[in-house]
């Protein structure tokens, strides 16, 4: 009888989907209604996995080049006794690798420009830990750095009009004293390598030098500047710090881990995606209100067709159920319409993005501002589960006044009325 039932309240709520005539108002509800749930629902899924993927993409990276803890010198004599440090560091379990290394502000020279840049002392070696540069080498080859060569990034390269094998001219405001004043050390430098990890403020800064000859330029004795830690865990980098401050407790270092070093990224980064999902969440409320206004209109239109029911003995739930089944029809379709469309978007939205900015001829994803050089996207299913639960409950929830609203009058003297 049950089942009996519900194969009747589901009929008529399809032929309410479906009216004629003077209802054709109606008609114009339910689709601007589905179209507001499924644009709703498509412009989430595809904002939240840009904003995905472009946090992803931009802490990958950063935490590529410099690592997922850093020692630093508490002065600035450096750090004496890295052979030793490194030692105990290895010795850690889950530290991967250690890089120790020299960093200093020069000024680089090309052909007719000069640019600051973050010059890098590295061992021809140790080059090959840093994954995110050995393996992004566009041009030349990173053993080059044990020549005396330097590896710069693709944009430097460009900025500064030089190419594979082109000469370089570093500047040190560390000089040579003289009667005069500080006389800046500069040496020149072939290129060696061209490197391109998609991430501007890196591509266009950044040349990697050996460290012997760096120390040279820069009048250092036997020491270094930082040491970069990889551990196997990012997410545990915190415990690992704690171990490392424990062990080199005896040494004149301390540390920072990825996530002091970018923690204002981060929170920004997470506040933006809070908010934009909040904010266009709004866009399915709205759409859930002409849930409402729609299954209203049609309870008024339909109140002799309910009162005869009624008359004829179905019973208050059942023809609060008719309408529940209708709205959450129209939320149920338009929810899957757009997830599917927004996890289309999703996967293709850089492809989407170099079409539309060749047919209006406009960038629409500046590397300058955005840092990167491709629109990343990264799906993450439990937040897609999470914008379809949404969307389904605000859709069933819209359908609660008009089934009420239903079934609030008397059969009796609605049809009187009519």
Do not use: C
Request: hydrophobic fraction near 45%.
């Amino acid at each position: 009888m049950r089942l009996k039932n519900f194969f009747l309240e589901w009929w008529i709520s399809n032929r309410y989907l479906k009216p004629k005539g003077k209802e054709g108002f109606f008609s114009v509800i339910t689709l601007v209604s589905f179209l507001g749930i499924a644009s709703g629902v498509a412009v989430l899924v595809v904002v939240m996995s840009v904003m995905n993927g472009f946090r992803t993409e931009l802490i990958s990276k950063i935490v590529g080049l410099n690592g997922h803890i850093l020692i630093h010198p508490l002065d600035n004599e450096g750090i004496k006794d890295v052979e030793s440090i490194n030692e105990i560091l290895n010795s850690i379990d889950g530290v991967e690798k250690t890089v120790p290394m020299i960093e200093s502000q020069l000024l680089a020279m090309g052909e007719n420009q000069s640019l600051g840049v973050l010059m890098r002392g590295i061992s021809s070696k140790d080059i090959e830990k840093i994954d995110i540069i050995s393996s992004n080498i566009i041009l030349g080859d990173k053993n080059n750095l044990a020549n005396g060569q330097v590896i710069i990034g693709s944009r430097l390269a460009s900025s500064l009009s030089l190419s594979l094998g082109s000469n370089m001219t570093l500047i040190s405001p560390r000089g040579i004293s003289s009667p005069f004043g500080t006389i800046p050390r500069s040496y020149s430098y072939d290129v060696g390598a061209i490197f391109e990890i998609g991430m501007t403020d890196y591509d266009s800064s950044i040349v990697f030098q050996n460290i012997e000859t760096l120390r040279q330029l820069l009048n250092l004795g036997e020491v270094v500047g930082v040491i970069e830690v990889f551990v196997d865990n990012p997410d545990k980098s915190l415990f690992y710090k704690d171990l490392i401050d424990n062990e080199l407790r005896d040494y004149r270092v301390f540390s920072r881990d990825w996530r002091e070093t970018n923690s204002t990224l981060k929170q920004v980064l997470t506040v933006e995606r809070n908010v934009m999902f909040l904010i266009l969440s709004l866009i399915l409320v709205i759409a859930g209100l002409n849930i409402i206004s729609g299954l209203i209109i049609l309870v008024k239109d339909r109140s002799r067709e309910i009162s005869i029911l009624r008359a004829m003995g179905m019973r208050k739930i059942s023809i609060a159920r008719i309408f529940v089944y209708t709205g959450a029809k129209i939320g149920i379709f338009a929810t899957f319409t757009g997830l599917l469309i927004g996890i289309l978007f999703s996967i293709y939205i850089d492809e989407i993005r170099l079409a539309i900015s060749s047919i209006l001829n406009i960038p629409l994803f500046s590397p300058e501002v955005y840092f990167l050089i491709q629109m990343p996207s990264e799906i993450q299913f439990s937040e897609v589960t999470t914008i379809a639960i949404m969307s389904l409950s605000l859709s069933i929830i819209s359908t609660i006044y008009p089934a009420y609203r239903s079934i609030s009058k008397d059969p009796a003297e609605a049809l009187r009325n009519e």
